[in-house]
């Protein structure tokens, strides 16, 4: 089955401790975004690339850090410099801009600060 | 900049019941317009989309119409089932851009 996943479900992190969550699709997409979801908020964007080995940053980047070195992932590393980052995140894949293709978003991945 | 307003919730409603979720938006050129739907612990899935003015979008008996002249995109449904308990999104994005622009999500309970 096609599809986007997201490792792990539930995630805990140490204070001053990088973490990184995987993102991976086998859809042949181009276009791959993470977003960070708040209780009873929207979503927002954190990274987003367009093609291999290129990424923009979105408009919560800061303490975060993202690579794409092949097609099919897009790690996105938290890092102790994001000052709260217990959150939902979700990683979204696309086979173009957004404009013109769909959005399909992975389960994501639930981090907790202790 | 791009903003998408939602109304707020938690919306209550009994089974069968019509549905009707606010939406307007903000963008300085022609959006495209989208509602998703999220389920508890899980992520979004595309419930419609609509791409230039007076068009319609339409999934599992949700509507909405894309309204230039009043920017809104409401989000409807004739007679509501349990099981669309879920959070619903409004998004917009610019057609030559890559960001999705979310609302703060709507919480829909649908009682039996």
């Known amino acids: 089955d096609g599809g986007i996943t997201q490792s792990p479900k539930y995630l805990f992190r140490k204070e001053g401790q990088n973490v990184t969550l995987s993102c991976e699709q086998n859809?042949?997409?181009?276009?791959m975004y993470w977003y960070r979801q708040d209780p009873g908020q929207g979503l927002r964007l954190i990274y987003y690339?367009?093609?291999?080995?290129?990424?923009q940053k979105g408009d919560i980047a800061e303490g975060y850090s993202v690579s794409r070195e092949k097609k099919e992932s897009f790690p996105l590393t938290v890092t102790s410099a994001q000052k709260n980052p217990t959150a939902f995140y979700l990683c979204?894949?696309?086979?173009?801009?957004?404009?013109?293709?769909?959005?399909?978003f992975g389960p994501g991945t639930r981090l907790t600060v202790l | 900049g791009n903003s998408v307003t939602q109304m707020e919730g938690p919306v209550t409603l009994s089974e069968e019941a019509f549905l009707t979720i606010n939406c307007t938006y903000t963008?300085?050129?022609?959006?495209?317009l989208f509602w998703y739907v999220q389920y508890p612990g899980e992520g979004l899935q595309l419930l419609l989309k609509?791409?230039?003015?007076?068009d319609k979008g339409s999934n599992k008996g949700f509507e909405a119409t894309y309204r230039k002249e009043t920017t809104s995109f409401h989000l409807e449904k004739g007679s509501v089932q349990v099981s669309d308990s879920a959070v619903y999104f409004c998004?917009?994005?610019?057609?030559?851009?890559?960001?999705?622009?979310f609302g703060g999500g709507t919480r829909l309970m649908v009682k039996p």
């Open positions: 979204a894949s696309s086979s173009g801009p957004a404009g013109r293709d769909t959005q399909y």
């Open positions: 859809l042949n997409h181009d276009a």
């Open positions: 690339s367009q093609i291999v080995n290129d990424f």
């Open positions: 963008a300085t050129g022609y959006p495209s």
């Open positions: 609509a791409t230039k003015a007076d």
């Open positions: 998004a917009l994005t610019l057609n030559a851009g890559n960001m999705l622009t």
